[in-house]
């Protein structure tokens, strides 16, 4: 009997020997290519779930388990059974409004593998990259204790490696170190935060992650003896507590798992971004195509722009009649400087409550937020506020309903300082309520982005960078020229990013020291300039004092010109470490900024991706000839650039350069009156620009009737259809000369047929829009145009106002008849609001088209209190504050460009 035990036992043995090898043998394998067939992706499901990825004939990727480790019991990955395959093709387009492209299309290839046991895995492989991530169907809340992630690679490829900087709780800390470039085999066995990236020779692979949901985030770690690395996620906190300085919660004790969840969902998307040249690193749009599209709806309420900030100067102005600090003096003077040079917001830093008391509902006693509120929309410029996570966390209803009653527009958070599940579900939380009462966010101390700026687009930017307040107190061997030619290619993958540039003091790697009070940038004035075009920063801060920027205005005057709102981005040359240049497309302009590490070099640009036929007045700013010993030591210049341009720059150590293109209208040149034009004898010049055509006496200068063809050329730019059909009703434009009277332009005969009515006409205007009515045409004074000593119309631009009327009365309500009662509808919307009142804009429809085409071209007169004629409203950034419907009504007709006028606007 025993023996024969001992028989069964055996022989029981032998059939689960042979079972198993016989499982191991039928392991499955699946591969997916991206759509051009570069990218390869092979998924291995036999004793274990792992994956590999090819470039080319190229393993990039090595064999890598992946799989979740769940409470009960259960690893997802350990011999998977595949029950389900599916594959379809991705082609998403997506509209990605205060994104690096206004729109783009995600093409790609996805498998979705089902597994037994009510688990799957999606794979997907685009030209960039390709991703992975599980979801589950349980019908039960699940707890995960880990997810296994690994990264494997064949060879000892170089890292960059960003490490956590708090060495006793590694997992809390502000995601803000530089890169340790090293061998992963030399890797330390810190933690390091995403994204990383890895040269693997042929190419570049970045991991990163997108649309991070109700779930940690992911660190990786070297895996000691292996080239490789892991992914380890925080654990679900047990107990927080809070610093007593600011009442920031932190962590006390962890549970010993990481998520616990509904069980129906979908995870983090683990993403493999591959790049081939470094120029595409920056541009690469996995995370975002890869986040949750748009759970908000309308975005039109969202406002982007640049601030006037207050912290990182520390508030310290000087020659100023009062003491600068937290209160009332303080920030209107910022908001004046805001207004003066057309910046949106101020932020009120930390301390406007006090930090101690984790209540942000009370305002300290030295500022009055409702006076102060109110004094920035008379300027055109929006506060936002700075708060903690988690004070606005625990106030978050009341907070948003209060200060958005009131009219603050947003909310910079700060000091999360980390990433377990219960973190992001806070984030998440405030981006559902903040959106509720249409207040925008921009956040700091946090982990970096993934995708949910996608997801939630009032959240317009993100810390999570070396920024400039590391000059405060850092260390030279904290390399920040360095530092500042690598994160563009490695950090901005992952969405946009607050440096907050804009130094005015600036320092050679000789002289940089740390300065808390009185702070200067590592390296030179345009490496500074160049960040407002090399960063993704669509709410973007001016770190200096304003006091410090009185003396800088040119500078001052630049940023202020560049959008921060793009079309497109590409990456015209660079390589990860060394340098970048960086090309933006705005409408019709084009911006481009380029920066070096410590090393100085030259650069070459080519714009044979300018248009053909197409030129530009280029304003360059570049660095000075002794920019090596003087970082603040710049040139500007203006010069003429086509598609056909060359350009050599020297970069200095630490250097950069910035310029902008503006379109130069394409028209002919001053000649006399062409026969057959049927033009009165009065007329002796003549210019045409496609079709329209502008005619004076031969007493106006040639410098007139070009600066006027500039003016409807620009204005035209956008709306082709209606210039043609302008063009078809004969559209021109008069000029009264300097030293000629309104009623000698003989289309005014009509109205000027007695002497009382010639007094009174040469007295009242010096231009007309639409009048004649038979004769389609707008007038308008030489000495406006030019801006000469006689001009009476100072701080306005008359030919802009005049020729809007012919643009609106017969282009626009030309190709769109029912234009008039749509304008007329946003008229009276305006003035049940109140808006306008004791201006010549509410007068009717067609002024208050002209007045606000005026201010949207930054030409109007600014008037405070207004005075029957204009009010504030005399720019661009204070019209889309003060009458945002107005603003997107014109926004269909105009590009946002700087139309060149001689006028000189004021406020």
């Given at each position: 009997?025993?023996?024969?035990?001992?028989?069964?036992?055996?022989?029981?043995?032998?059939?689960?020997?042979?079972?198993?090898?016989?499982?191991?043998?039928?392991?499955?394998?699946?591969?997916?290519?991206?759509?051009?067939?570069?990218?390869?992706?092979?998924?291995?499901?036999?004793?274990?779930?792992?994956?590999?990825?090819?470039?080319?004939?190229?393993?990039?990727?090595?064999?890598?388990?992946?799989?979740?480790?769940?409470?009960?019991?259960?690893?997802?990955?350990?011999?998977?059974?595949?029950?389900?395959?599916?594959?379809?093709?991705?082609?998403?387009?997506?509209?990605?409004?205060?994104?690096?492209?206004?729109?783009?299309?995600?093409?790609?290839?996805?498998?979705?593998?089902?597994?037994?046991?009510?688990?799957?895995?999606?794979?997907?492989?685009?030209?960039?990259?390709?991703?992975?991530?599980?979801?589950?169907?349980?019908?039960?809340?699940?707890?995960?204790?880990?997810?296994?992630?690994?990264?494997?690679?064949?060879?000892?490829?170089?890292?960059?490696?960003?490490?956590?900087?708090?060495?006793?709780?590694?997992?809390?800390?502000?995601?803000?170190?530089?890169?340790?470039?090293?061998?992963?085999?030399?890797?330390?066995?810190?933690?390091?935060?995403?994204?990383?990236?890895?040269?693997?020779?042929?190419?570049?692979?970045?991991?990163?992650?997108?649309?991070?949901?109700?779930?940690?985030?992911?660190?990786?770690?070297?895996?000691?003896?292996?080239?490789g690395l892991k992914g380890v996620f925080a654990p679900y906190p047990a107990k927080t507590d809070f610093y007593p300085w600011r009442k920031q919660e932190y962590v006390t004790e962890t549970t010993d798992f990481i998520s616990r969840s509904r069980g129906s969902r979908s995870y983090p998307w683990r993403v493999l971004a591959i790049t081939e040249k470094?120029?595409?690193?920056?541009?690469?749009?996995?995370?975002?195509?890869?986040?949750?599209?748009?759970?908000?709806?309308?975005?039109?309420?969202?406002?982007?722009?640049?601030?006037?900030?207050?912290?990182?100067?520390?508030?310290?102005?000087?020659?100023?009649?009062?003491?600068?600090?937290?209160?009332?003096?303080?920030?209107?003077?910022?908001?004046?400087?805001?207004?003066?040079?057309?910046?949106?917001?101020?932020?009120?830093?930390?301390?406007?409550?006090?930090?101690?008391?984790?209540?942000?509902?009370?305002?300290?006693?030295?500022?009055?937020?409702?006076?102060?509120?109110?004094?920035?929309?008379?300027?055109?410029?929006?506060?936002?506020?700075?708060?903690?996570?988690?004070?606005?966390?625990?106030?978050?209803?009341?907070?948003c309903k209060k200060y958005a009653d009131m009219g603050i527009k947003g909310f910079k958070v700060d000091f999360l300082d980390r990433d377990d599940q219960t973190a992001v579900e806070m984030v998440y939380r405030i981006a559902e309520m903040t959106a509720?009462?249409?207040?925008?966010?921009?956040?700091?101390?946090?982990?970096?982005?993934?995708g949910i700026n996608r997801t939630y687009p009032h959240i317009i930017n993100f810390e999570s960078v070396f920024g400039m307040e590391e000059v405060k107190w850092t260390d030279i061997k904290n390399n920040m020229p360095l530092y500042d030619v690598t994160f563009p290619y490695i950090r901005m993958m992952a969405g946009p990013v607050d440096y907050t540039p804009g130094a005015m003091r600036n320092a050679?790697?000789?002289?940089?020291?740390?300065?808390?009070?009185?702070?200067?940038?590592?390296?030179?004035?345009?490496h500074q300039l160049a960040a407002y075009i090399v960063h993704d920063s669509p709410f973007t801060m001016l770190?200096?004092?304003?006091?410090?920027?009185?003396?800088?205005?040119?500078?001052?005057?630049?940023?202020?010109?560049?959008?921060?709102?793009?079309?497109?981005?590409?990456?015209?040359?660079?390589?990860?470490?060394?340098?970048?240049?960086?090309?933006?497309?705005?409408?019709?302009?084009?911006?481009?900024g380029g920066m070096t590490n410590w090393d100085e070099r030259d650069v070459q640009l080519d714009f044979s991706f300018l248009p053909e036929g197409m030129s530009y007045t280029a304003v360059l700013f570049k660095d000075g000839v002794n920019a090596n010993k003087q970082a603040e030591d710049y040139r500007k210049e203006t010069i003429r650039i086509d598609k056909d341009s060359r350009l050599t720059l020297h970069l200095a150590s630490g250097?950069?350069?910035?310029?902008?293109?503006?379109?130069?209208?394409?028209?002919?040149?001053?000649?006399?009156?062409?026969?057959?034009?049927?033009?009165?004898?009065?007329?002796?010049?003549?210019?045409?620009?496609?079709?329209?055509?502008?005619?004076?006496?031969?007493?106006?200068?040639?410098?007139?009737?070009l600066k006027a063809c500039d003016i409807i050329s620009l204005m035209l730019a956008k709306r082709p259809d209606v210039k043609a059909h302008m063009v078809k009703k004969g559209c021109h434009v008069m000029i009264i000369g300097k030293d000629e009277e309104t009623c000698d332009l003989p289309e005014f005969a009509h109205i000027c047929n007695c002497e009382d009515s010639i007094k009174y006409w040469n007295w009242r205007a010096r231009g007309f829009g639409g009048a004649p009515e038979d004769e389609f045409s707008s007038s308008c004074g030489e000495e406006n145009l030019l801006a000469l000593p006689q001009d009476k119309y100072v701080g306005e631009n008359i030919l802009i106002h005049e020729f809007a009327h012919l643009i609106h009365t017969v282009g626009i309500v030309g190709v769109e008849p029912d234009f008039n009662e749509r304008l007329e509808a946003l008229r009276q919307n305006a003035i049940r609001k109140g808006l306008w009142e004791k201006t010549y804009a509410v007068s009717n429809k067609e002024e208050y088209f002209a007045e606000c085409v005026q201010s949207f071209f930054n030409c109007n007169r600014y008037a405070e209190p207004a005075n029957g004629v204009h009010n504030w409203v005399n720019r661009r950034t204070k019209?889309?504050?003060?009458?945002?419907?107005?603003?997107?009504?014109?926004?269909?007709?105009?590009?946002?460009?700087?139309?060149?006028?001689?006028?000189?606007?004021?406020?």
């Amino acid at each position: 009997m025993k023996n024969n035990k001992k028989l069964c036992l055996a022989i029981l043995s032998l059939l689960l020997l042979i079972r198993n090898a016989s499982f191991a043998a039928k392991e499955k394998k699946y591969v997916l290519s991206s759509p051009d067939g570069t990218l390869k992706v092979e998924i291995s499901a036999g004793n274990e779930l792992a994956y590999q990825v090819m470039h080319g004939n190229d393993t990039i990727l090595s064999h890598s388990n992946i799989g979740l480790v769940l409470e009960n019991g259960t690893i997802v990955g350990k011999t998977p059974r595949i029950t389900g395959e599916r594959r379809r093709k991705i082609k998403d387009n997506i509209e990605s409004p205060f994104y690096r492209f206004k729109e783009f299309v995600a093409t790609g290839n996805e498998l979705d593998l089902k597994l037994k046991g009510g688990f799957g895995i999606i794979f997907r492989a685009y030209n960039e990259g390709v991703a992975y991530r599980f979801y589950t169907t349980q019908s039960s809340d699940i707890i995960i204790k880990e997810e296994q992630a690994e990264f494997n690679f064949k060879e000892d490829y170089t890292a960059y490696l960003p490490y956590t900087t708090n060495d006793k709780k590694p997992m809390a800390m502000a995601y803000q170190n530089v890169y340790d470039i090293t061998p992963l085999s030399k890797a330390q066995p810190k933690l390091a935060f995403l994204p990383v990236t890895v040269d693997c020779g042929s190419v570049k692979l970045t991991l990163l992650e997108s649309d991070l949901e109700a779930y940690p985030g992911m660190f990786v770690q070297s895996q000691q003896g292996k080239y490789g690395l892991k992914g380890v996620f925080a654990p679900y906190p047990a107990k927080t507590d809070f610093y007593p300085w600011r009442k920031q919660e932190y962590v006390t004790e962890t549970t010993d798992f990481i998520s616990r969840s509904r069980g129906s969902r979908s995870y983090p998307w683990r993403v493999l971004a591959i790049t081939e040249k470094d120029t595409d690193m920056p541009v690469n749009n996995l995370v975002y195509a890869l986040a949750s599209p748009n759970r908000i709806g309308d975005t039109s309420w969202i406002k982007t722009g640049k601030v006037a900030w207050d912290w990182w100067n520390d508030w310290n102005l000087k020659g100023v009649p009062f003491k600068a600090g937290i209160n009332m003096d303080t920030y209107k003077y910022y908001i004046d400087f805001a207004s003066r040079n057309g910046l949106e917001f101020i932020v009120l830093d930390e301390g406007w409550y006090d930090p101690k008391s984790g209540d942000m509902l009370t305002v300290i006693p030295e500022l009055d937020l409702p006076e102060l509120i109110a004094y920035g929309k008379s300027k055109g410029v929006e506060i936002v506020l700075w708060t903690v996570f988690n004070v606005l966390d625990s106030q978050l209803e009341a907070a948003c309903k209060k200060y958005a009653d009131m009219g603050i527009k947003g909310f910079k958070v700060d000091f999360l300082d980390r990433d377990d599940q219960t973190a992001v579900e806070m984030v998440y939380r405030i981006a559902e309520m903040t959106a509720r009462y249409k207040l925008t966010l921009d956040l700091h101390g946090i982990y970096k982005p993934t995708g949910i700026n996608r997801t939630y687009p009032h959240i317009i930017n993100f810390e999570s960078v070396f920024g400039m307040e590391e000059v405060k107190w850092t260390d030279i061997k904290n390399n920040m020229p360095l530092y500042d030619v690598t994160f563009p290619y490695i950090r901005m993958m992952a969405g946009p990013v607050d440096y907050t540039p804009g130094a005015m003091r600036n320092a050679t790697k000789a002289d940089w020291r740390a300065m808390y009070y009185t702070p200067a940038s590592m390296g030179t004035r345009c490496h500074q300039l160049a960040a407002y075009i090399v960063h993704d920063s669509p709410f973007t801060m001016l770190c200096d004092a304003p006091t410090n920027y009185l003396n800088e205005q040119e500078c001052v005057d630049f940023i202020a010109s560049l959008p921060v709102e793009v079309d497109s981005t590409f990456i015209a040359s660079g390589e990860l470490g060394k340098y970048i240049v960086t090309v933006r497309k705005k409408d019709v302009n084009w911006y481009i900024g380029g920066m070096t590490n410590w090393d100085e070099r030259d650069v070459q640009l080519d714009f044979s991706f300018l248009p053909e036929g197409m030129s530009y007045t280029a304003v360059l700013f570049k660095d000075g000839v002794n920019a090596n010993k003087q970082a603040e030591d710049y040139r500007k210049e203006t010069i003429r650039i086509d598609k056909d341009s060359r350009l050599t720059l020297h970069l200095a150590s630490g250097g950069g350069f910035a310029m902008k293109l503006e379109l130069c209208p394409v028209h002919g040149q001053v000649t006399g009156i062409p026969e057959g034009k049927n033009i009165p004898s009065f007329y002796q010049k003549y210019i045409e620009t496609e079709g329209l055509y502008v005619t004076s006496s031969g007493k106006v200068s040639d410098e007139a009737l070009l600066k006027a063809c500039d003016i409807i050329s620009l204005m035209l730019a956008k709306r082709p259809d209606v210039k043609a059909h302008m063009v078809k009703k004969g559209c021109h434009v008069m000029i009264i000369g300097k030293d000629e009277e309104t009623c000698d332009l003989p289309e005014f005969a009509h109205i000027c047929n007695c002497e009382d009515s010639i007094k009174y006409w040469n007295w009242r205007a010096r231009g007309f829009g639409g009048a004649p009515e038979d004769e389609f045409s707008s007038s308008c004074g030489e000495e406006n145009l030019l801006a000469l000593p006689q001009d009476k119309y100072v701080g306005e631009n008359i030919l802009i106002h005049e020729f809007a009327h012919l643009i609106h009365t017969v282009g626009i309500v030309g190709v769109e008849p029912d234009f008039n009662e749509r304008l007329e509808a946003l008229r009276q919307n305006a003035i049940r609001k109140g808006l306008w009142e004791k201006t010549y804009a509410v007068s009717n429809k067609e002024e208050y088209f002209a007045e606000c085409v005026q201010s949207f071209f930054n030409c109007n007169r600014y008037a405070e209190p207004a005075n029957g004629v204009h009010n504030w409203v005399n720019r661009r950034t204070k019209l889309k504050t003060y009458d945002p419907d107005m603003y997107r009504l014109l926004q269909e007709y105009f590009y946002e460009i700087e139309i060149p006028i001689h006028n000189v606007v004021h406020e």
